[in-house]
């Protein structure tokens, strides 16, 4: 089992930026990816991005492709998202996520709030 503690989160202007940590904990050894998922208030969670934690390969949503940047530190067992140019569209809970071994693994959510 993998625990996942996120931090960063906060409020900003639009067009600002802000950069959401994971840290995992537990049984590293066996990630397969990590990822970040996002959810809006009366609206489902929805995927954001993901990386490969072998290759680094990484996905985006359509939704934030050219702003959002997700990387990680294999040797922190940590997982980042760096968000530019927000917008008051990006505000939810974001959640990390991990896949390790054969288990999913969520954080608690972050806060991230754009005014516009």
């Known amino acids: 089992q993998v625990q996942l503690v996120e931090s960063g989160g906060g409020l900003v202007q639009a067009g600002g930026s802000l950069r959401l940590s994971c840290a995992a904990s537990?049984?590293?050894?066996?990630?397969?990816?990590m990822g970040w998922f996002r959810q809006a208030p009366g609206k489902e969670r929805e995927f954001v991005a993901r990386i490969d934690w072998s290759s680094g390969r990484n996905y985006y949503a359509d939704s934030v492709k050219g702003r959002f940047t997700i990387s990680r530190d294999n040797a922190k067992n940590t997982v980042y998202l760096q968000m530019d140019s927000l917008k008051p569209e990006d505000t939810a809970v974001y959640y990390c996520?991990?896949?390790?071994?054969?288990?999913?693994?969520w954080g608690q959510g972050t806060q991230v709030t754009v005014s516009s």
């Open positions: 537990g049984r590293t050894g066996s990630i397969y990816d």
């Open positions: 996520r991990s896949f390790a071994g054969s288990s999913w693994s």
